[in-house]
């Protein structure tokens, strides 16, 4: 007996040295990349559902008008009342990131997200509906934030840009869902009952971030590439303010600011909302292809994000290839936007170059991170988030505006019918945003894909 308790004690002794010595094995070894990608990947799920909201209007533009009977200009301001929040929220956001960590960040607006969700799809009113929006907007704007500052503590700093780009892709997955298979779900279930469902899917993955997700490789045991006490320590209000500014007076920080809201806004404000109903309206297009067409636009743009930050990352630069992909982007825009009647295929093709050019915008976060001391990630990167998103923010109704002053009083069963140079009028505010884009790129200070502060 003696021998026998004396061999359970050896035992657990030798269990309690294997123990130890596998933990000390993990604090001096960077995580696995596979537990990387699967933490991070909760986090791409919040941005996937996130992008989805944000262009679910482009395919329930005609029940949506006729459900709160609206024009263009109300309903550009409804799709709008999502930006409204995301761009308010951006640098709080990075803060919080800063100061929470991500997971509780995520968590708490995927929660609120999902009740946002409930409230548009129960909406009895415009109001009731865009409030709803407003909720979605301000929740999901921590998705892509949250995200990177998970990437930036998970993933060594070469894969920075890449995996930006594979978020990227991620959401626009989630864009391509509100394209054609949305836009099914819209016509046999309705889209309330749709967007209830949404609400469900939204709440798993509430769920799943906090039970999954980890700020640190620390609280998984392993030695991570930032240092877990900065990542979960606090700042006080005046550290809060003085990284703001301090973060403002990088001319990169300013310029990039601009330059990514001009791309984003031609593809969301194209993509998410117009682009439909001008497919429609001035090539014939039944609004499934019409959709169709949109998604694969899309596709295109999550595919040209992991492709130019993965090429940025390998040459060692950011500026020429963003400049490339801008001129891409503002020449393939111009051409869909101001020569109308191109025969499909070519439609489809230039669709196709303005939808993956566009991916070069994914180059701004690991330019701006680059530009800024690395304790400013999450602040600078919400600086960076803000300025994209005001293109769409800012374009969207800018564009209904036109369109109703621009309106001759066709109607087609209480909707509103606009003619091309009603669109063309309201799309040369775009083209001029992302021309604005291209030149001041020339002016940024490139940082050869090495931490300048």
């Not at 609400?199 to 798993?204: K, R, S």
């Not at 976060?365 to 800024?372: C, I, L, M």
């Not at 790129?441 to 931490?451: A, M, P, S, V």
């Given at each position: 007996?003696?021998?026998?308790?004396?061999?359970?004690?050896?035992?657990?002794?030798q269990k309690t040295a294997n123990d130890e010595t596998v933990t000390a094995h993990n604090k001096s070894t960077a995580p696995p990349l596979r537990l990387a990608w699967a933490i991070w990947g909760w986090g791409a799920a919040l941005y996937l559902v996130g992008f989805f909201l944000r262009v679910t209007p482009a395919v329930m533009t005609a029940e949506l008008m006729q459900t709160f009977n609206i024009s263009a200009t109300a309903l550009g301001n409804l799709s709008a009342f999502y930006f409204y929040s995301y761009v308010a929220m951006q640098i709080p956001t990075g803060i919080l990131a800063d100061i929470w960590g991500p997971r509780r960040l995520l968590t708490t607006g995927a929660f609120i997200a999902g009740t946002g969700i409930l409230m548009f799809a129960l909406a009895p009113s415009f109001l009731w509906a865009s409030f709803g929006r407003f909720l979605i907007g301000g929740s999901v704007a921590v998705a892509f934030v949250g995200t990177l500052k998970l990437a930036g503590e998970w993933f060594p700093a070469g894969f920075f840009s890449t995996v930006s780009g594979v978020a990227l892709f991620f959401g626009i997955v989630g864009a391509v869902f509100a394209g054609t298979p949305l836009r099914l779900c819209v016509v046999a279930f309705g889209w309330r009952h749709t967007m209830?469902?949404?609400?469900?899917?939204?709440?798993?993955?509430?769920a799943g971030i906090w039970l999954m997700v980890r700020d640190h490789p620390a609280e998984k045991g392993y030695a991570g590439y930032t240092n877990a006490a900065t990542t979960a320590g606090t700042k006080s209000r005046k550290q809060i303010i003085s990284g703001i500014i301090e973060v403002l007076r990088y001319p990169n920080t300013w310029l990039l600011f601009v330059i990514p809201g001009g791309i984003v806004g031609c593809v969301l404000t194209f993509g998410g909302l117009w682009g439909v109903p001008y497919l429609s309206t001035h090539y014939g297009l039944p609004t499934a292809q019409a959709a169709g067409l949109n998604s694969a636009m899309l596709v295109a743009w999550a595919v040209g994000g992991p492709v130019f930050g993965g090429i940025s990352d390998r040459i060692g630069r950011r500026k020429p290839l963003y400049i490339l992909?801008?001129?891409?982007?503002?020449?393939?825009?111009?051409?869909?936007?101001?020569l109308p009647g191109l025969p499909l295929p070519l439609l489809v093709t230039v669709l196709l170059i303005a939808g993956f050019s566009s991916g070069c915008m994914i180059i701004s976060?690991?330019?701006?991170?680059?530009?800024?001391p690395t304790r400013l990630s999450g602040t600078v990167n919400g600086v960076i988030n803000m300025g994209i998103m005001m293109g769409p923010t800012l374009l969207q109704p800018v564009v209904g505006w036109m369109l109703d002053r621009s309106w001759r009083g066709d109607l087609v069963d209480r909707i509103r019918i606009y003619n091309i140079t009603a669109y063309q009028t309201g799309f040369i505010f775009m083209i001029v945003w992302a021309v604005l884009s291209f030149i001041l790129?020339?002016?940024?200070?490139?940082?050869?894909?090495?931490?300048q502060g």
């Open positions: 007996m003696t021998q026998f308790s004396q061999g359970i004690s050896l035992w657990g002794s209830l469902a949404s609400a469900g899917v939204t709440f798993a993955i509430c992909g801008c001129l891409l982007a503002v020449t393939a825009w111009a051409i869909i936007l101001f976060f690991a330019f701006a991170k680059e530009s800024v790129l020339f002016f940024t200070r490139e940082t050869y894909c090495r931490q």
